[in-house]
């Protein structure tokens, strides 16, 4: 589903990615790791076309991402995207947050667009906060539906960039949990996040990048267990 080869990537003469390869396959979930400045966002920022590479290729469903003449906005429908600070429009109300763009741009009628969020919301676990504002809501909250906005796309992959971290902890399962949920659900997933429980339950793969360079890339119980890198060590020896 995504297939990222040797991408570097630079910003003025800076390079952030340095010969990054790895895939996710469909159904997979791949947890990218690192410390912070390492380029875990960039990276994450490359698949959608939000930021452009300067040499390699990334393919998302089968679709050329730095081709001239691929349809960015197509693209960018086929792929969800969760940031840290959820980024909901504070002027509209949920149900119209998660009801917007699939009036614009898949061009559902109004019905249809509500039948969805409310569907939705429902499975987000967030039914019954259709009518508020996002300012009314706790962050856990506004992160649930905002997933719930990506969803309503109809995405083929998801990717998040450290959803938990600007979360209070009380708050963190609930949104660990509706993700978990999406995995087992078959849903393609790009997770950056230091939450290593939810890496060790829920994750196929585990990517551990350092200084644009990805270090590790491992199934799941192997990089838990048997990572070789030093940086690795050092990192997970921080965080766990
Ligand atoms: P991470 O998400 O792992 O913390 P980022 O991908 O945000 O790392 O950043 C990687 C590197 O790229 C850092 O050195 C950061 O300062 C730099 N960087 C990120 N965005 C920009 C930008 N828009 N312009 C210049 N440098 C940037
Ligand atoms: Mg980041």
Known sequence: MIEINGIFKYYGHHPVLKNC????????VVVVCGPSGSGKSTLIKCVNALEPIQKGS??????????PSTDLPDLRSRIGMVFQNFEL????TIEN????AQRIVLHRTETEARKCAMD????VGMSGHAHKYPGQLSGGQQQRVAIARALAMNPKAMLFDE????????????????MTGLARDGMTMMVVTHEMGFARKVATRV???????????????????????????????KIL
């Open 120 to 123: 939705l919301l429902d499975r």
């Open 89 to 92: 429009f504070p002027h509209l």
């Open 207 to 237: 990517v551990f990048i350092d200084q644009g360079e990805i270090v590790e890339d491992l199934p799941t119980d192997e990089f838990f267990e048997n990572h070789t890198n030093p940086r690795t060590e050092a990192f997970l020896s």
């Open 163 to 178: 959803p938990t971290s600007a979360l209070d902890p009380e708050m963190i399962s609930e949104v660990l949990d509706v």
């Open 58 to 67: 990334i393919r998302v469903d089968g679709i050329e991402v730095n081709d």
């Open 97 to 100: 947050n998660i009801m917007l």
């Open 21 to 28: 390869s790895t895939r996710v396959s469909k159904g997979e």
